[in-house]
């Protein structure tokens, strides 16, 4: 995989690069106020989530690198 993040915001929307995703890992961004989750499983397929709960979004926009131990505290783990 190259060192560029596949998952990209700008003026027109979020843009995808799937092919450069690694399988079994959560990719995200922060686009028009919601947090996005891309997951591409063991068989190839991709996953999108939608967090629009605003504390959450906040949370996960002002520490990225948490995300994961952000999302399983919120999840109740």
């Not at 799937?18 to 079994?24: D, G, H, K, N, V």
């Amino acid at each position: 995989m190259s060192g560029e993040y596949p998952v990209a915001v700008n003026e027109e929307g979020i843009k995808i690069k799937a092919e450069s995703m690694e399988p079994e890992r959560l990719y995200h961004c922060v686009f028009e106020n919601k947090v996005y989750l891309f997951y591409k499983d063991e068989m190839g397929l991709l996953n999108c989530y939608e967090i629009e709960d605003p504390e959450a979004v906040k949370e996960i926009s002002e520490n990225p690198a948490d995300l994961e131990e952000i999302l399983k505290k919120r999840a109740g783990f």
